[in-house]
């Protein structure tokens, strides 16, 4: 059965850190691009980070370059990511997205997990 389970989130204080844990089952993350996404209250799902699946290049929303680092780690089958230098407006639930295309016809496979909450205020 694939699953997809986030965990790592919790209350912080500006400018501290956290780890965000999502790791899978039933499937291999290196063949999939991995991403994060996030939600705050009154907000659309924003596109935080991503991880690709062949070159395992990242990319990030530009409110959070230089703070956050997606990585992957193949033998524990998760993706992480670090957040540092943590700012209020990062509050949210923290979600992480599994994608792939297979075969020749290019069929879209894609997964998520429930969500971890990180809180960000003094």
């Known amino acids: 059965q694939v699953q997809v389970v986030e965990s790592g989130g919790g209350l912080v204080q500006p400018g501290g850190s956290l780890r965000l844990s999502c790791v899978a089952s039933g499937f291999t993350v290196r063949s999939y691009t991995m991403r994060w996404y996030r939600q705050a209250p009154g907000t659309e799902r924003e596109l935080v980070a991503v991880i690709t699946s062949a070159s395992s290049s990242t990319n990030y929303v530009d409110s959070v370059k230089g703070r956050f680092t997606i990585s992957r780690d193949d033998a524990k089958n998760a993706v992480y990511l670090q957040m540092n230098s943590l700012k209020p407006e990062d509050t949210a639930v923290y979600y992480c997205?599994?994608?792939?295309?297979?075969?020749?016809?290019?069929?879209?496979?894609?997964?998520w997990g429930q969500g971890t909450q990180v809180t960000v205020s003094s």
């Open positions: 997205n599994a994608l792939s295309y297979q075969g020749f016809t290019r069929s879209r496979k894609e997964y």
